[in-house]
């Protein structure tokens, strides 16, 4: 689909709103725009995956405990990456030629106290490492990454399958009547959309 078709589509579901009367398409794209943020929050990594992104984190500073993590190792993520970033796919640890572990930052273990392979979190957005192997000084991370904001032309959509384009538009029209207080009309449309992520986390497309 392209952003344009987004947009007639939710005309049609909005009672026929084609000449934009009840909701303007300014109003249409930002509620495209707002699902699609929802979408991605509620998707599994695996239906995201022409969101993936690959970064080799190849500076590496040591923490000094210098904020209460332990004298571990860690990564800057890119500082020009939002919050989706964090969502971290896959990394792996290029020094030790092994995927890296990662847990969360209550399972992450401090000052090297892991005995086998190499252990990974994400604080404050930095990757720390900890190992008893060689340090790490090089490491690569797949992410998913933030999307292009839907814009009213003909450009595919190539980013995201059909399937997720379905459910932004679900989730854009459920925005949309939930604004007009059609409460009954913004529930019906926002549980189609759950089901259908429901179906796509499942299958992964």
């Not at 995956?49 to 904020?67: A, G, I, P, Y």
């Not at 273990?109 to 392979?117: F, M």
């Not at 595919?156 to 989730?171: H, M, T």
Request: aromatic residues 6%; glycine residues 4%; proline residues 2%.
């Amino acid at each position: 689909m392209t952003g344009n078709e987004m947009i007639e589509s939710l005309q049609f579901r909005l009672e026929d709103d084609t000449s934009n009367t009840n909701f303007s398409q300014q109003q249409k794209l930002v509620a495209l725009n707002d699902a699609q943020r929802q979408a991605i929050s509620m998707l599994s990594n695996d239906a995201l995956v022409h969101l993936q992104q690959q970064e080799d984190l190849d500076t590496v500073d040591d923490d000094n405990d210098d904020d209460n993590f332990g004298e571990n190792d860690f990564f800057e993520l890119p500082s020009a990456s939002d919050p989706l970033m964090n969502r971290i796919v896959k990394a792996y640890d290029n020094t030790n030629n092994r995927f890296i572990e990662m847990v969360s930052p209550a399972g992450f273990r401090e000052g090297g106290n892991y005995s086998y392979g190499t252990l990974g979190t994400i604080m404050s957005n930095r990757l720390y490492v900890s190992t008893k192997d060689n340090p790490v000084t090089d490491c690569q991370i797949i992410y998913i990454g933030s999307p292009s904001n839907i814009a009213a032309n003909n450009n595919e959509i190539e980013y995201l399958s059909d399937s997720v384009q379905q459910v932004i538009v679900e989730l854009a029209e459920a925005l949309l009547w939930r604004q007009d207080n059609r409460q009954s009309r913004a529930s019906a449309a926002a549980n189609n959309a759950a089901a259908m992520i429901q179906t796509i986390n499942a299958s992964g497309v």
